[in-house]
């Protein structure tokens, strides 16, 4: 059973950073894709980072100050710069096996204006 756990978030001014860790455990299998998506209140999940072939990997909304970056197998970090009061949401990592998709429990970034 695939298992991932996301960490790193807290609570940062607008401009700060935060750098989100997420792990992936419980299978022999080494990802090469895996996705970042948040949740804020009120709104519906939106991806953020897609690592895959052929993919931009930034969203929009992102695009120039969050950074992925594969630290070890089947561990990645986000960093993320020049944070704004938008980008608080619920973070998470998720990644695809034999077609079954699999999500950490999140980690909270709040970001005070």
């Known amino acids: 059973q695939v298992q991932l756990v996301e960490s790193g978030g807290g609570l940062v001014q607008a401009g700060g950073s935060l750098r989100l860790s997420c792990v992936a455990s419980?299978?022999?299998?080494?990802?090469?894709?895996m996705e970042w998506h948040r949740q804020a209140p009120g709104k519906q999940r939106e991806r953020i980072v897609a690592i895959a072939r052929g993919v931009d990997p930034y969203a929009d909304s992102v695009k120039g100050r969050f950074t992925v970056s594969k630290a070890a197998r089947n561990t990645w970090y986000l960093q993320m710069d020049s944070l704004k009061p938008e980008d608080t949401a619920v973070y998470y990592c998720?990644?695809?096996?034999?077609?079954?998709?699999?999500w950490g429990q999140g980690t909270q970034v709040t970001v005070s204006s």
């Open positions: 419980g299978t022999t299998f080494t990802f090469d894709d």
């Open positions: 998720t990644v695809r096996l034999f077609g079954e998709d699999y």
